[in-house]
C-alpha cells in the first residue's frame, strides 16, 4: 500500500471517493438574540455537517456592521476559537454547503454579503431556484452585475431593486418573482429574517434557547446547543426574529410540496422535519416495504447508514432477526490513495466490511434507501457474496428514482439514473441479487403520514410541482 505524500509525483492524486458524489447538500442556522452568537451558529453547523460539507460560512451582525467569515471545508476547519471571537454580535446566520447550482468555489460560499440602499444583507439559503438562469439573464442583460454563480444571488438583486421601502415587503416582492426551492436566513443590522417558499420543499425549524430565537435547517441542530423545538417556518412564511419577539408574516398561499427523499435518506435520523421524527418515517418504510415484498431469509442486514432505520422496521415486521454484517468506516475522507495495484471496488471496501462470520451460508435481505446509478449497490451485493451470503434479497425503501430533483438534491442526469431507463428485473440483473423489492409510491406516502398531497414525489414520478425551465433541464443532461 502507497501512503500519502505531501507532493509525491510518483502517486497518483487523491481520488474523490467515488461513490459519495453526492453526499452533500446544503443547511442552514440562525440566532437572534444571544451573546454567543457565533458560537452557537458554528455548533449548529457542526450538526448540520450531513448537509453539506464543501464550505461554510457565519455572518453575525452586532447592531452596528454585519461581518462574515466563510472557508471552504469542514465547519471545525474554518472556524478556530481566535475566528469565532471575532466575530461579535447577538444575531448571527450560517450555511453549510454543497453545490448543487454554481461553481464550487469561495467565492459560491455562503452567507452572500452585499451592500445596497436598504443596508447591508447576509443571505444563506437551501434549496435551488429554478428560474434563476432566466433571471440572471435578463438581469445580465441590463446591465447587473453578478459576483457569484450562485442563484441566491437573484434574490439579493431584486431586493436591492424592490421600489418597496419598507425591508420585509422588498423582500416578498424579490420572493415573488423566484420559483423553486428556498429555506432562507437572511441577516440585517437589527433582525434575522427565517423564510420558506410557499411549497416548503426544504425544512425549516424554529427553536428557543432562552429568551433567544434559533432556526435550523433540522432539528438536530437545536439538540446540540440544548435549544428547544417550537415549530417549523410554514411554507410562504416570512418570519422576523428581533429584540422584541417574534413577526409573523404570510408573503404567498402556501401549496405544499414538500420534499420526500428528507425523510427517505437526507436528514438525520434524530431530526423532526416536516412535523414528523425522521426515524419514525424510516422505520414505517421499512415496515411496509416488507409488507410489500417479503423474503425468505436468515437475517436482515442493512446497508450502513443509509439503510439502517428501515431495516430495522423491515426486520420488525418480518419477524427476522436484524444483524449488522457490514461495517462502516467513519474515517474514510473524502480523497484517498489508490494502491498501486488495483484492488476491485476499492472506493466502497474503504467504506465497508462485511462480517464474514454472519453472512457465510446465510440468506440475507440487504436493505438500503435507493438505488441512484446502482453501482454501488452492485458492489455491495458482490462484497456480500463474496463473504459467503448463500442468497442476496436487495430491498430499497423508496420507489425507483426516475427522474433528477431541480429543488437542490443533486441528483445525476436522467441518463445516469440506473430506473429510469430499466426495468425492476434489468436492475436486478446488474446488482446481481436473488431478488429486488422497491417499496410503491402508496406505502412511501402511507410512511410518511401524507394523505393530502404535502409532498413532492417527482424524483419518483417525474411531475414536477412547479415548471422546470429548460437550460435547467439542459444543464442537467450535460453534468
Ligand atoms: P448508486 O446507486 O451507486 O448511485 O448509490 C446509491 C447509494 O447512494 C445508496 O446507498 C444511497 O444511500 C446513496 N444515495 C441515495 N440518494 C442519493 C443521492 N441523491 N445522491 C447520492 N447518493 C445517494
Ligand atoms: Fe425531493 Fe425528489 Fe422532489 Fe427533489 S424531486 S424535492 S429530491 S422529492
Not at 49 to 58: F, N
Not at 145 to 172: C, M, N, W
Not at 216 to 229: K, M, Q, R, W
Not at 364 to 369: E, K, N, R, T
Request: overall charge neutral; some cysteine.
Amino acid at each position: 500500500m502507497k501512503m500519502v505524500e505531501a507532493a509525491g509525483s510518483l502517486f497518483p492524486p487523491p481520488q474523490p471517493v467515488g461513490d459519495d458524489k453526492f453526499h452533500d447538500h446544503c443547511g442552514v442556522f440562525a440566532v437572534c438574540g444571544h451573546p454567543e452568537a457565533a458560537k452557537l451558529t458554528y455548533l449548529g453547523l457542526y450538526a448540520l455537517q450531513h448537509r453539506g460539507q464543501e464550505s461554510a460560512g457565519i455572518a453575525v451582525s452586532d447592531g452596528e456592521q454585519l461581518s462574515c467569515h466563510k472557508g471552504m471545508g469542514h465547519v471545525a476547519e474554518i472556524f478556530t476559537p481566535e475566528i469565532l471571537q471575532q466575530l461579535t454580535g447577538r444575531l448571527a446566520i450560517g450555511h453549510t454547503r454543497y453545490s448543487t447550482a454554481g461553481d464550487t468555489d469561495l467565492r459560491n460560499a455562503q452567507p452572500l454579503i452585499v451592500s445596497c440602499q436598504k443596508g447591508p444583507v447576509a443571505l444563506a439559503h437551501n434549496g435551488n431556484l429554478v428560474n434563476a438562469p432566466a433571471i440572471r439573464r435578463d438581469l445580465e442583460s441590463r446591465g447587473a452585475i453578478f459576483q457569484t454563480t450562485s442563484d441566491t444571488e437573484v434574490i439579493q438583486h431584486y431586493f436591492a431593486r424592490s421600489k418597496q421601502a419598507g425591508t420585509p415587503e422588498a423582500l416578498a416582492d424579490a420572493l415573488d418573482r423566484v420559483e423553486g426551492a428556498y429555506s432562507l436566513v437572511a441577516l440585517f443590522k437589527e433582525a434575522v429574517y427565517a423564510i420558506r417558499d410557499p411549497r416548503g420543499f426544504r425544512p425549516l425549524c424554529l427553536g428557543k434557547l432562552g429568551d433567544a430565537w434559533v432556526v435550523a435547517s433540522e432539528t438536530c441542530a437545536f439538540d446540540l446547543i440544548g435549544a428547544t423545538y417550537e415549530r417549523e417556518v410554514e411554507p410562504g412564511e416570512l418570519a422576523i426574529l428581533e429584540g422584541r419577539g417574534i413577526t409573523s408574516l404570510r408573503f404567498a398561499p402556501a401549496h405544499p410540496s414538500q420534499c420526500i427523499f428528507e425523510h427517505v435518506y437526507f436528514s438525520r435520523p434524530d431530526s423532526v422535519i416536516f412535523g414528523r421524527s425522521v426515524q419514525a418515517s424510516r422505520e414505517m418504510l421499512g415496515r411496509l416495504l416488507a409488507r410489500e415484498h417479503p423474503a425468505e431469509a436468515d437475517m436482515v442486514v442493512p446497508v450502513p447508514d443509509s439503510g439502517v432505520a428501515a431495516a430495522i422496521g423491515f426486520a420488525e415486521e418480518a419477524r427476522l432477526p436484524l444483524r449488522f454484517g457490514l461495517i462502516r468506516n467513519h474515517y474514510v475522507g473524502r480523497t484517498f490513495i489508490e494502491p498501486s495495484q488495483r484492488i476491485r471496488d476499492f472506493g466502497v471496501r474503504l467504506k465497508l466490511n462485511p462480517v464474514r462470520s454472519l453472512l457465510r451460508g446465510r440468506r440475507i435481505v440487504l436493505v438500503d434507501d435507493s438505488i441512484i446509478r446502482g453501482t454501488t449497490s452492485r458492489k455491495i451485493v458482490g462484497i456480500v457474496r463474496e463473504a459467503g451470503a448463500r442468497e442476496v434479497h436487495v430491498r430499497i425503501s423508496c420507489p425507483p428514482t426516475i427522474s433528477p430533483c431541480f429543488y437542490g438534491i443533486d441528483t445525476p442526469t436522467r441518463r445516469e439514473l440506473i430506473a429510469a431507463t430499466q426495468s425492476v428485473e434489468e436492475i436486478r440483473q446488474f446488482i446481481g441479487a436473488d431478488s429486488l423489492g422497491y417499496l410503491s409510491i402508496e406505502a412511501l406516502r402511507q410512511a410518511v403520514g401524507d394523505t393530502d398531497g404535502r409532498y413532492c414525489l417527482a424524483c419518483y414520478t417525474a411531475n414536477y410541482p412547479t415548471r422546470v425551465q429548460e437550460p435547467l433541464i439542459a444543464a442537467r443532461n450535460r453534468e
